[in-house]
Nanobody
């Protein structure tokens, strides 16, 4: 069973930075796609960033230029560097990992709160 452990959330002032981490374990296959999603109160979960096994990344316009996703394949870990944070970035952030041959797995979520 794929297990994901997230860390790095917290409270930060607008304009500040946070770095989220998500470590995956419990499998021997390679990881295909890794991603971060977020869900604000009363809103649907939305995609924040993706990174392929080859390192290609993708972001929605709302975070492009401010957020950076990266991965360490040796550690089975994905990161999300968030800069120039805004109050509207406040949400629970979830990592999502697709291991070859398995269903997508979700992390437990980590709260990010940006104060104005």
């Amino acid at each position: 069973q794929v297990q994901l452990v997230e860390s790095g959330g917290g409270l930060v002032q607008a304009g500040g930075s946070l770095r989220l981490s998500c470590a995956a374990s419990g499998f021997t296959e390679k990881i295909n796609l890794m991603a971060w999603y977020r869900q604000a109160p009363g809103k649907q979960r939305e995609l924040v960033a993706t990174i392929t096994s080859g390192g290609s990344t993708n972001y929605p316009d709302s975070v492009k230029g401010r957020f950076t996703i990266s991965r360490d394949n040796a550690k089975n870990t994905v990161y999300l560097q968030m800069n120039s944070l805004k109050p509207e970035d406040t949400a629970v952030y979830y990592c999502n990992v697709l291991v070859w041959g398995r269903k997508p797995s979700w992390g437990q979520g980590t709260q990010v709160t940006v104060s104005s």
